[in-house]
């Protein structure tokens, strides 16, 4: 979808250890995003980057880190996961003018 | 806070018939406004967007709504088919120099037609 690929698509851990998931895109674009989804809250943006080395937080960043060391991949870490991270974790590239944001096919994150 | 407030949670709509999502706003700053579709195990995509330059966005069966005044936009799918069945969200962003990139979401219908 729209040459974005997140890896892992389903991981289980347990609370305390480190995550980290992976969006790797072959598009180009210059801005990055991730999100997390949960019933009866939507899509909420955790970080988004502008460019290799730029990030910014988002809505709900308490917990995560990100990191960009090249265009075309974004890296969200948990650096020690809690139960109230279990999610599905999307990331989205675009966002330009006239241009909409494309979402991955999402992680399935559970933390036991 | 919720800057997106969307209804219903759930829809169920007869094969022919016509869905309406309606979604509201609080921040004027917002000046782009798309709608996703979601299937399940996929992520979000684009349905239809508007700017409020414009009260109505049509695209097939689909259809925006907009009413800057009341701070409202709306969805409405025409001849609603079997394969609609999804989870729709509204979205809203300012726009800035370089596009929509703060989007705010609504929570999502889940929408259901039956034959």
């Known amino acids: 979808d729209a040459g974005i690929t997140q890896s892992p698509r389903h991981k289980v851990t347990e609370t305390g250890t480190p995550v980290t998931l992976r969006c790797h895109q072959t598009?180009?674009?210059?801005?990055m995003y991730w999100y997390r989804q949960d019933p009866g809250h939507g899509l909420r943006l955790i970080h988004y980057?502008?460019?290799?080395?730029?990030?910014d937080k988002g809505e709900v960043s308490d917990g995560y880190s990100v990191s960009r060391s090249k265009t075309e991949d974004f890296l969200l870490t948990l650096e020690s996961a809690t139960s109230s991270q279990t999610s599905v974790y999307f990331c989205?590239?675009?966002?330009?003018?006239?241009?909409?944001?494309?979402f991955g096919d999402g992680t399935r994150l559970s933390i036991l | 806070q919720q800057q997106v407030k969307q209804s219903p949670q759930s829809l169920i709509v007869q094969k022919g018939g016509i869905s309406i999502i309606n979604c509201a706003y609080e921040n004027t700053a917002f000046d782009y406004f798309p709608w996703y579709q979601q299937f399940p195990g996929k992520g979000p995509a684009l349905l239809i967007a508007?700017?409020?330059?414009?009260s109505e966005k049509k695209e097939g069966r689909f259809t925006i709504s907009f009413n800057k005044s009341a701070k409202q936009f709306s969805l409405h799918i025409m001849d609603s088919q079997p394969g609609d069945s999804a989870t729709y969200f509204c979205?809203?962003?300012?726009?800035?120099?370089?596009?929509?990139?703060?989007?705010?979401f609504g929570t999502g219908t889940r929408l259901t037609i039956i034959p």
């Open positions: 508007i700017r409020p330059d414009v």
């Open positions: 980057s502008y460019g290799v080395k730029d990030t």
């Open positions: 598009e180009n674009h210059r801005y």
């Open positions: 979205a809203a962003s300012p726009i800035s120099n370089f596009g929509n990139e703060k989007l705010t």
């Open positions: 989205a590239i675009g966002g330009q003018t006239n241009q909409p944001q494309h």
